[in-house]
T-cell receptor
């Protein structure tokens, strides 16, 4: 997997946008960037993924820099229920197949009232 | 449209007993992954399976652990002669394909407690 670097923790005020950064400077051209989160001890939840272009879905937006060395996950209006550990993952791509997701330590986002 | 189903949700075993954890992937998904999360630690990849094949077991402990995904029925993670250090949450995930983007859907997990 391309090594990803995330801040260990972040705080965000409820109702404000949460911007979670991720560095993946060794990413290859065909490797996607995925974001998952884990709320307390629940199963991880897929949020969004992207390759080159910025992406948006009902949960979040993903901004990928032009050189693809970093990305930012944006939760536009954070709520208390968004408090979770957020994982940025860039699995290796070999032999025409994507490798397994390797979870790092992620960023612990605390949304405060 | 049920998601990834794991059972049991909670399992208590005494040292030396066997634990069997089951995972039914989402409908249409033929790839299954098992992860383990020790208390206060991150998720660790264990094994990746397709129907009747183990594709990558690089994260599986060398002894006592085995996994299968038969042609019919759920995937099974089996832990023989459990020890206290096996106490953890075991998460299963499934995906429809591994070409291009591969989005994994996770189950709610099975929590094993070894007394």
């Amino acid at each position: 997997d391309a090594k990803t670097t995330q801040p260990p923790s972040m705080d965000c005020a409820e109702g404000r946008a949460a911007n979670l950064p991720c560095n993946h400077s060794t990413i290859s051209g065909n490797e996607y960037v995925y974001w998952y989160r884990q709320i307390h001890s629940q199963g991880p939840q897929y949020i969004i993924h992207g390759l080159k272009n910025n992406e948006t879905n009902e949960m979040a937006s993903l901004i990928i820099t032009e050189d693809r060395k970093s990305s930012t996950l944006i939760l536009p209006h954070a709520t208390l229920r968004d408090t979770a550990v957020y994982y940025c993952i860039a699995p290796s791509y070999y032999g025409g197949s994507q490798g397994n997701l390797i979870f790092g330590k992620g960023t612990k986002l605390s949304v405060k009232p | 449209n049920a998601g990834v189903m794991q059972n049991p949700r909670h399992l208590v075993r005494r040292r030396g007993q066997e634990a069997r954890l089951r995972c039914s992937p989402m409908k249409g998904h033929s790839h299954v992954y098992w992860y383990r999360q020790l208390p206060e630690e991150g998720l660790k990849f264990m094994v990746y399976l397709q129907k009747e094949n183990i594709i990558d077991e690089s994260g599986m402990p060398k002894e006592r652990f085995s996994a299968e995904f038969p042609k019919e029925g759920p995937s099974i993670l089996r832990i023989q002669q459990v020890v206290r250090g096996d106490s953890a949450a075991y998460f299963c995930a499934s995906s429809p394909t591994i070409s291009g983007a591969n989005v994994l859907t996770f189950g709610a997990g099975s929590r094993l407690t070894v007394l």
